[in-house]
């Protein structure tokens, strides 16, 4: 059963059991099942909301630097984009070409300035193409032939983007990371190498991560030998290698999911034995095992994002905390049985919404000052009737 607002199409209620009809003050509802009768009042969430509109899971999602627009890529290669100001309301919609050989987790989209252009990267073995949209019309105002490679971008400026991705080699198993400044009116600019292989690495790589301002690049491999793995930060900028980390080989050589904080201080590695390392930075000091599964921390620390799981290791919720060092506060279950999808949990640059897409193509967005404002409302409430 599902309610939605009328004008809107927003959903506003799920449940498993019918509504026979509501009350005059369009609130008070009374449901019913073969054995079952039950009444309630139909409050609409507020700071929590659905984004609906994609067929197929959502396995891309980015921002805009000024936190209120965001772009979504689902694995059809369909592109929307969508603006916090008209929640579930879609501002823009059309498709890009598929990767060469890759799954839409190899490409990567960036969200310009004030959301107005989308940038694409295809990815794929031998090659690679990145466009860029208008975002509202989906109408192409630059393009360019890459070599093949796995994808990260982000926005610099109005009309410009920077690419670093894992570019493949002639003949190697091995990646290089390449960096590139594509500016929309000229052409394709060489690529500045910011990390090669290692003599002893032989195939490619992990894991890779670019931070939201395009300051900071993480890379985790290689995939073989699994004795050579390490985890490595470089400044963009300079090329400089930052730090790097030889993490404990995972169990039966499986590779290890890590995550590192906006702010560079943290980061969690997590084994195939679901046993998690924190890393406290810099300067790197021993890992301290912690029970959590970390999906995100904001820029402004205010906020942390962990799983809950199911006993059989299937995610059943996100829990979100008022920052890394305080209790949960409150879960996020998935009721419509599919897990996030879409990569990382997205804070908004500016801390205020959190994002991520699911497997079923929805994308929830809560904005975390309506949320917090509506608890303390909540909380105040039941403090004045004791």
Same mark, same amino acid.
Request: glycine letters at 10%; aromatic letters at 10%.
């Given at each position: 059963?599902q309610?939605?607002?009328?004008?809107?199409?927003q959903?506003?209620?799920t449940g498993s059991?019918?509504?026979?009809?509501?009350?005059r003050?369009?609130?008070?509802y009374?449901a019913?099942?073969t054995?079952e009768i039950?009444?309630?009042?139909?409050?609409?969430?507020?700071?929590?909301?659905?984004y609906? /509109?994609?067929? &197929?899971?959502?396995?891309?999602?980015a921002?805009? %630097?000024e !936190?209120q $627009?965001? +772009?979504?890529? =689902?694995?059809?290669?369909?592109?929307?984009t969508?603006?916090?100001?008209?929640?579930?309301?879609?501002?823009?919609?059309?498709l890009v070409?598929?990767?060469? /050989?890759?799954? &839409?987790?190899?490409?990567?989209i960036?969200l310009g %300035?004030? !959301?107005? $252009?989308? +940038?694409?990267? =295809?990815?794929?073995r031998?090659?690679?193409?990145?466009i860029?949209?208008?975002?509202?019309t989906g109408?192409?105002v630059?393009?360019?032939?890459l070599?093949? /490679?796995?994808?990260?971008?982000?926005p610099?400026?109005?009309?410009?983007?920077?690419?670093?991705?894992?570019e493949?080699g002639?003949?190697?198993?091995?990646?290089?990371?390449?960096?590139?400044?594509?500016?929309?009116?000229?052409?394709?600019?060489?690529?500045?190498?910011?990390r090669?292989?290692?003599?002893?690495?032989?195939?490619?790589?992990i894991?890779?991560w670019?931070?939201?301002?395009g300051?900071?690049?993480?890379?985790?491999?290689?995939?073989?030998?699994?004795?050579?793995?390490?985890?490595?930060?470089?400044?963009?900028?300079t090329g400089?290698?930052?730090?790097n980390?030889?993490?404990p080989?995972?169990?039966?050589?499986l590779?290890p999911?890590c995550?590192?904080?906006?702010?560079?201080?943290?980061?969690?590695v997590?084994?195939?034995?679901s046993?998690?390392l924190q890393?406290?930075l810099?300067?790197?000091?021993?890992?301290?095992?912690?029970n959590?599964?970390?999906?995100g921390?904001?820029?402004?620390?205010?906020?942390?994002?962990?799983g809950?799981?199911?006993?059989?290791?299937?995610?059943?919720?996100?829990?979100?905390?008022?920052g890394l060092?305080?209790?949960?506060?409150?879960?996020?279950?998935?009721?419509d049985?599919?897990?996030?999808?879409?990569g990382?949990?997205?804070?908004?640059?500016?801390?205020?919404?959190?994002?991520?897409g699911?497997?079923?193509g929805?994308?929830?967005?809560?904005d975390?000052?309506?949320l917090?404002t509506?608890?303390?409302?909540f909380?105040?409430?039941?403090?004045?009737?004791?």
């Amino acid at each position: 059963m599902q309610v939605r607002d009328s004008a809107t199409g927003q959903l506003v209620l799920t449940g498993s059991l019918p509504i026979w009809g509501f009350a005059r003050d369009g609130k008070t509802y009374a449901a019913a099942s073969t054995n079952e009768i039950a009444f309630g009042e139909l409050l609409c969430p507020l700071g929590f909301d659905r984004y609906q /509109g994609h067929l &197929a899971a959502v396995e891309q999602l980015a921002w805009a %630097p000024e !936190g209120q $627009q965001f +772009a979504t890529l =689902s694995s059809d290669f369909e592109v929307r984009t969508w603006d916090t100001a008209r929640p579930g309301i879609t501002r823009g919609v059309f498709l890009v070409p598929p990767s060469a /050989g890759f799954w &839409a987790t190899q490409s990567a989209i960036a969200l310009g %300035p004030k !959301g107005r $252009q989308i +940038a694409y990267a =295809s990815g794929g073995r031998d090659r690679s193409r990145v466009i860029v949209n208008d975002a509202t019309t989906g109408k192409e105002v630059a393009s360019w032939d890459l070599p093949g /490679g796995f994808e990260k971008l982000c926005p610099i400026k109005e009309g410009q983007f920077l690419s670093v991705r894992e570019e493949i080699g002639d003949g190697s198993r091995n990646v290089t990371t390449v960096r590139r400044f594509l500016e929309v009116g000229k052409p394709c600019p060489g690529g500045q190498a910011i990390r090669t292989p290692a003599a002893s690495d032989r195939s490619r790589f992990i894991d890779h991560w670019l931070s939201q301002d395009g300051q900071h690049y993480l890379w985790a491999g290689p995939r073989e030998p699994a004795r050579g793995r390490r985890i490595e930060l470089y400044e963009v900028h300079t090329g400089r290698l930052a730090w790097n980390i030889m993490p404990p080989t995972a169990p039966n050589d499986l590779a290890p999911d890590c995550l590192l904080s906006d702010n560079l201080r943290h980061l969690w590695v997590r084994d195939g034995d679901s046993k998690t390392l924190q890393y406290q930075l810099p300067p790197i000091k021993p890992p301290t095992p912690v029970n959590e599964v970390w999906y995100g921390v904001s820029a402004d620390q205010r906020w942390a994002l962990a799983g809950s799981f199911a006993e059989n290791g299937v995610p059943r919720a996100v829990v979100l905390r008022r920052g890394l060092d305080n209790e949960p506060w409150i879960e996020f279950p998935f009721r419509d049985g599919s897990a996030p999808a879409g990569g990382r949990y997205l804070f908004s640059p500016d801390g205020r919404y959190l994002a991520w897409g699911a497997a079923s193509g929805a994308v929830n967005v809560i904005d975390l000052n309506e949320l917090e404002t509506q608890v303390k409302k909540f909380e105040d409430e039941i403090a004045s009737e004791k």
